[in-house]
């Protein structure tokens, strides 16, 4: 969707009151500093253990593509963990944009057997979550845990626009009926308010400049998902508060009402909205996507 800018690094929550304690401890390093009290220590007992070394495949959503996690990616391989990020039909550099949800899930499915990848940790943000679903139930035995971050979590029988405000449903639809080739394009005003509602107004316009149309189709077929719900993969759910993507309560919104339905599951929490920390704290969501793979 766009390439990391490392330029971008300006902390979009100013008032550090609103953090959470100890938000600066980052586990990937081996001399990190802790914060308890007001006071800063150094020392053995408050240095991190040796990370368990993971292998992840990071699954990108709607109007994005496998750029979304270069930052995130860059994070976690220099801390010796195995990351791929493979693109899906309809996405990056693909032309076609008359793709189905199966043709997604298909993309996903040839690259882990095409590399023959086994025992990952499965990621998947937003739309990535009705991805990796479908994906889960085609090679079960090779995943390690799936982890789902701020993603849709659909029970069998729906479709991601099922699970939408009526009045986002509308407008999607209105927007896919004006486009040419049964697409959405979301307009800025949406973007900033729904996906990077923390980010500076010069990092929204720089993060929407790299999105692209997305196909339509697929955010509205419905998928039979009893398989998944068979299966017994560990899961894992990351919840950032400021994701404003869906609204929270009434019947929507990520934490409680999707993670509840992976039934037991791991629930890891971050101060962070749906888009903007990939690009301006890539380590911060790093540190909780490795939270929630590791054992």
């Keep these: 969707?766009?390439?990391?800018?490392?330029?971008?690094?300006?902390?979009?929550?100013?008032?550090?009151w609103f953090m959470p304690r100890g938000y600066y401890n980052f586990p990937y390093s081996e001399g990190w500093w802790h914060w308890s009290n007001g006071?800063?220590?150094?020392?053995?007992?408050?240095?991190?253990?040796a990370q368990q070394r993971l292998t992840f495949l990071l699954v990108h959503g709607s109007w994005a593509d496998a750029h979304f996690w270069d930052g995130v990616a860059a994070v976690l391989r220099n801390?010796?963990?195995?990351?791929?990020?493979?693109?899906?039909?309809?996405?990056?550099?693909?032309?076609?944009?008359?793709?189905?949800h199966a043709m997604i899930t298909k993309s996903i499915v040839d690259f882990i057997t095409k590399l023959?990848?086994?025992?990952?940790?499965?990621?998947?943000?937003?739309?990535?979550g009705t991805v990796i679903q479908?994906?889960?139930?085609?090679?079960?035995?090779?995943?390690?845990?799936?982890?789902?971050?701020?993603?849709f979590v659909?029970?069998?029988?729906?479709?991601?626009?099922?699970?939408?405000?009526?009045?986002?449903?509308?407008?999607?639809?209105?927007?896919?009926?004006?486009?040419?080739?049964?697409?959405?394009?979301?307009?800025?005003p949406l973007f900033r308010d729904l996906f990077v509602n923390t980010?500076?107004?010069?990092?929204?316009?720089r993060m929407y400049a790299g999105v692209a149309p997305e196909p339509a189709r697929p955010l509205f077929e419905k998928l039979d998902l009893?398989?998944?719900?068979?299966?017994?993969?560990?899961?894992?759910?990351?919840?950032?508060?400021?994701?404003?993507?869906?609204?929270?309560?009434?019947?929507?919104?990520?934490?409680?009402?999707?993670?509840?339905?992976?039934?037991q599951f791991r629930l890891i929490v971050g101060d962070g909205d749906h888009f903007t920390d990939t690009l301006t704290r890539p380590d911060m969501v790093a540190r909780k996507i490795y939270e929630a793979g590791r054992d």
Excluded at 1 to 16: A, G, K, N, S, V
Excluded at 80 to 96: F, I, L, Q, R, S
Excluded at 156 to 183: H, I
Aim: hydrophobic share 35%; with cysteine.
């Design 1 to 16: 969707m766009f390439p990391y800018l490392r330029e971008i690094h300006q902390f979009p929550y100013p008032d550090e």
């Design 39 to 49: 006071a800063l220590e150094s020392n053995e007992s408050c240095r991190i253990h």
């Design 226 to 263: 009893k398989t998944f719900y068979e299966l017994q993969i560990p899961k894992s759910y990351v919840y950032f508060y400021q994701d404003n993507a869906l609204p929270q309560g009434e019947g929507f919104g990520w934490n409680p009402h999707m993670s509840t339905r992976l039934g």
């Design 134 to 151: 479908k994906v889960a139930e085609q090679v079960p035995d090779r995943i390690k845990r799936l982890v789902f971050w701020d993603a």
């Design 199 to 205: 980010a500076t107004l010069e990092e929204a316009v």
């Design 116 to 128: 023959n990848l086994r025992n990952f940790v499965l990621v998947g943000h937003s739309f990535g």
């Design 154 to 188: 659909l029970k069998d029988g729906e479709s991601l626009a099922d699970e939408l405000p009526p009045q986002t449903r509308q407008g999607f639809e209105q927007l896919r009926a004006g486009s040419n080739d049964d697409t959405i394009m979301l307009p800025f």
């Design 79 to 100: 801390h010796g963990h195995a990351v791929y990020t493979p693109e899906y039909a309809g996405h990056g550099e693909d032309p076609n944009k008359d793709v189905t």
